[in-house]
């Protein structure tokens, strides 16, 4: 479960984590995210991984991590035994991101979920005018060796949360193209390049 991940997400989601907070990183990568955390932010917790050359990495930080691919469901984890739950640029290559989520939000009492969005006006163009799955430095994949199984839009993330009831803490959206700059904010799923979501159950949330 190795995902390359898009460090420009970093320096927003840093903003929402409480000082001290107890996080759980799933599918963490080489550790980079955590170690910040843990680095300015004073967080404790692990981070999950299951690809041999990102664990020698995170182990190399000092960042705690567990070997376990990530399918279906966290049951080595008690209810609300985190603060927050954190999994960047991966929600799109599992193979069940609804309970994914929803497992997210037993063990932490908030997440945060970052993932590329499928809807962006550059993607939707590449396919009506090529008639091709589109291969860019977002998604520098071919369609028969790609890890996203799940095309994933800024409109149907917010459905799903919407659905299952949770209650959106913060959001924000990227772009690095100058049109998609622009525009993003007034219309996020035709021209957000990456999306940025704060979760909490809204039974959990005091008002």
């Not at 009492?109 to 993932?115: A, D, G, L, S």
């Not at 100058?178 to 159950?201: C, D, M, R, S, V």
Request: with cysteine; net charge neutral; hydrophobic share 40%.
């Amino acid at each position: 479960m190795r995902v390359v991940k898009m460090r420009v997400d970093f320096d927003i989601l840093k903003n929402w984590v409480p000082q001290g907070s107890h996080v759980l990183d799933l599918a963490c990568g080489d550790g980079a995210l955590l170690r910040s955390l843990m680095d300015d932010r004073a967080v404790t917790g692990y981070g999950l991984e299951n690809d041999h050359t990102s664990i020698t990495q995170c182990i190399e930080k000092g960042v705690n991590v567990i070997d376990r691919e990530l399918v279906r469901d966290l049951s080595e984890f008690r209810n609300n035994s985190f603060d927050l739950v954190i999994m960047t640029q991966a929600i799109q290559v599992m193979k069940y991101p609804d309970i994914i989520l929803d497992e997210m939000l037993r063990v932490g009492r908030e997440c945060i979920v970052t993932f590329p969005n499928f809807g962006n006006l550059r993607t939707r163009a590449h396919l009506a005018l090529r008639g091709k799955m589109p291969v860019t430095k977002k998604l520098p994949y071919q369609w028969y060796d790609t890890p996203n199984i799940h095309f994933c839009t800024v409109a149907d993330f917010q459905s799903l949360c919407q659905s299952k009831g949770y209650r959106f803490i913060n959001q924000a959206t990227q772009a690095e193209l100058l049109f998609n700059k622009q525009f993003k904010g007034l219309w996020p799923n035709l021209f957000a390049e990456n999306a940025i979501y704060h979760l909490t159950k809204e039974t959990t949330q005091t008002e």
